[in-house]
């Protein structure tokens, strides 16, 4: 499968650069410029090196180092909501014109 349509840079392209030692979305890019053009394949990458134990993604170290929870982890915990009670009828004076 395609990683950098850019490029033309497979999956098998990039797993290969981090079998090599590349372990982050500049050094894969040094090696087969996959996401050196658009900027649309980065993602995918960067989830290809948290994948194989290279660096992950920048927002997950950061939330890690901020004690915030993995936010996919919190949708599938998270609690469904209850319907509400309906509302009571409130009659509203009319004023004749």
């Not at 989830?47 to 134990?53: D, K, N, S, T, V």
Request: charged share 20%; net charge positive; hydrophobic share 40%.
């Amino acid at each position: 499968m395609y990683v950098c349509m850019c490029h033309a840079v497979t999956e098998a392209q990039v797993k290969q650069e981090i079998d090599a030692g590349a372990n982050t979305p500049r050094q894969i890019a040094k090696g087969c410029k996959a996401g050196t053009d658009c900027g649309s394949c980065v993602r995918r990458i960067q989830a290809l090196l948290g994948e194989h134990g290279a660096r992950p993604c920048p927002t997950a170290r950061l939330a890690a180092r901020l004690g915030l929870a993995d936010p996919e982890a919190e949708e599938l915990q998270a609690p469904q909501p209850q319907p509400h009670a309906p509302l009571p009828a409130v009659a509203i004076p009319l004023r004749a014109a």
